[in-house]
């Protein structure tokens, strides 16, 4: 799965200087996450600890507490702090889940399910990147966290079932694999349609059934890969 820059929409596009990273990161989480709709208080603490500035490349570095995007090569981004934290909060992770974070990219948003206490297995498609990010995370401490190369469309299978599955591309239709990854009791929240697209939160029921909750219209690029080739539902 090729990850590309995507937005999500509202998007707080100000800059935001960072002369102390602590204190901005602070005046991120204030301002941004919690003066928004982001309650979950571990999702705000996780968010409060995570170093964003490195996850981005030094001259990019000052804007990383701006509440946008940011390139990291290879034509994919780092995404937005907002979009992040919501995600984060509407997975519902809580210490000792086991999640599945397809588009490893930096690495950050794995470093803040890492932060919940989660068992995190990542998956990117960029060799690069994949290689990138798994070396600064060991150097940050996040050994609860492993990366690896592959097409995020397939997920994890050995290491399934998960507790939650974040996916930070929008997918056609929903990707089968990760249903099936998805624990009774799990949460799959995912951006899904072509031109018009939602994001939504599916919910593994007992029998296998999908409670599914359509939380906003969004706007992400699409998800590449072996997702290509799958008929829309």
């Known amino acids: 799965?090729?990850?590309?820059?995507?937005?999500?929409?509202?998007?707080?596009?100000?800059?935001?200087?960072?002369?102390?990273?602590?204190?901005?990161?602070?005046?991120?989480?204030?301002?941004?996450?919690?003066?928004?709709?982001?309650?979950?208080?571990?999702?705000?603490?996780?968010?409060?600890?995570?170093p964003r500035h490195r996850f981005v490349a030094p001259e990019q570095q000052r804007f990383a507490y701006a509440d946008h995007p940011l390139p990291i090569g290879f034509g994919a981004t780092i995404s937005q702090p907002y979009v992040v934290a919501r995600m984060t909060q509407l997975a519902q992770v809580r210490p000792g889940d086991r999640v599945l974070d397809v588009g490893t990219g930096s690495g950050y948003?794995?470093?803040?399910?890492?932060?919940?206490?989660?068992?995190?297995?990542?998956?990117?498609?960029?060799?690069?990147?994949?290689?990138?990010?798994?070396?600064?995370?060991?150097?940050?401490?996040?050994?609860?966290?492993?990366?690896?190369?592959?097409?995020?469309?397939?997920?994890?299978?050995?290491?399934?079932?998960?507790?939650?599955?974040?996916?930070?591309?929008?997918?056609?239709?929903?990707?089968?694999?990760?249903?099936?990854?998805?624990?009774?009791?799990?949460?799959l929240v995912i951006p899904v349609g072509r031109d018009v697209q939602d994001l939504m939160i599916l919910e593994k029921r007992p029998g296998g059934a999908l409670h599914t909750e359509h939380v906003m219209p969004v706007r992400f690029v699409p998800m590449t890969g072996a997702v290509e080739r799958q008929p829309p539902n």
């Not at 995370?137 to 990366?147: A, F, I, S």
């Not at 974040?166 to 990760?178: I, M, T």
């Open 1 to 50: 799965m090729r990850r590309r820059p995507f937005l999500l929409l509202p998007l707080l596009a100000c800059a935001v200087a960072m002369d102390d990273p602590t204190e901005a990161r602070q005046r991120m989480v204030d301002e941004q996450l919690a003066g928004r709709d982001i309650t979950d208080e571990a999702v705000l603490s996780a968010m409060r600890r995570v």
């Open 109 to 187: 948003q794995a470093a803040v399910l890492a932060e919940l206490g989660a068992e995190v297995y990542s998956v990117e498609i960029v060799p690069e990147l994949a290689g990138s990010a798994a070396a600064l995370l060991r150097e940050l401490g996040y050994t609860r966290v492993q990366v690896r190369t592959g097409d995020g469309y397939a997920g994890w299978p050995e290491r399934a079932p998960f507790a939650a599955i974040l996916v930070a591309a929008a997918a056609p239709a929903l990707p089968r694999p990760l249903t099936d990854q998805l624990a009774v009791g799990g949460r």
